[in-house]
T-cell receptor, first 110, second 114 residues
Framework: QKEVEQDPGPLSVPEGAIVSLNCTYS??????FMWYRQYSRKGPELLMY????GNKEDGRFTAQVDKSSKYISLFIRDSQPSDSATYLC??????????FGQGTILTVHP | DTEVTQTPKHLVMGMTNKKSLKCEQH?????MYWYKQKAKKPPELMFV???????INESVPSRFSPECPNSSLLNLHLHALQPEDSALYLC?????????????FGSGTQLSVL
């Protein structure tokens, strides 16, 4: 079993839809939870960062962490074609190596 | 300046060539990283430099040789690569090695080995 599981998709939604992206993990030592967005042939860009459990909102993006269920989510409201990218969840223990999910390919069509 | 700059953006090399990838950051970060990313896969950590010293080598073959000339620069020297080494090579930096949760990535060098 992988430490971090993420459905690779692909996920295709119409413009304006709410998108839900999810990851599960098995390592209870993970405390830092991140979402990266990666456009084709570009490096990953840090989108959201959460420490421990709870919600964090930034514009159209909301990150949720449920440590009791070992489950994290990223919600994108009012999705735009420019949101089309691969979304990678990543997590780490304190001072530890980043462990990435496989990435979910998202396409938002006009 | 919140950028990590990588050059070249694209590189094609033969198996007998020697080439170098370059990475630069001016954010004052003291940890720098090399990652390798194959298509439709997540990045895989190769090397970590902390305060210009090699901190982690993830059992990478010796045909990849990292170098950190100063706190802003990171190089990856390539020699006698194999076709399976073709990938996107990403440089990243963070404030400190212990702050890996806030990595800034460059755009990468797309490497093709013929």
């Amino acid at each position: 079993q992988k430490e971090v599981e993420q459905d690779p998709g692909p996920l295709s939604v119409p413009e304006g839809a709410i998108v839900s992206l999810n990851c599960t993990y098995s390592n209870s030592a993970f405390q830092y939870f991140m979402w990266y967005r990666q456009y084709s042939r570009k490096g990953p860009e840090l989108l959201m960062y959460t420490y421990s459990s709870g919600n964090k909102e930034d514009g159209r993006f909301t990150a949720q962490v449920d440590k009791s269920s070992k489950y994290i989510s990223l919600f994108i409201r009012d999705s735009q074609p420019s949101d089309s990218a691969t979304y990678l969840c990543a997590m780490s223990a304190s001072g530890g190596k980043l462990t990435f999910g496989q990435g979910t390919i998202l396409t938002v069509h006009p | 300046d919140t950028e990590v700059t990588q050059t070249p953006k694209h590189l094609v090399m033969g198996m007998t060539n020697k080439k170098s990838l370059k990475c630069e950051q001016h954010m004052g970060h003291r940890a720098m990283y090399w990652y390798k990313q194959k298509a439709k896969k997540p990045p895989e950590l190769m090397f970590v430099y902390s305060y210009e010293k090699l901190s982690i080598n993830e059992s990478v073959p010796s045909r990849f040789s990292p170098e950190c000339p100063n706190s802003s620069l990171l190089n990856l020297h390539l020699h006698a690569l194999q076709p399976e080494d073709s990938a996107l090579y990403l440089c990243a930096s963070s404030q400190e090695e212990g702050a890996r949760e806030k990595l800034f990535f460059g755009s990468g060098t797309q490497l093709s080995v013929l």
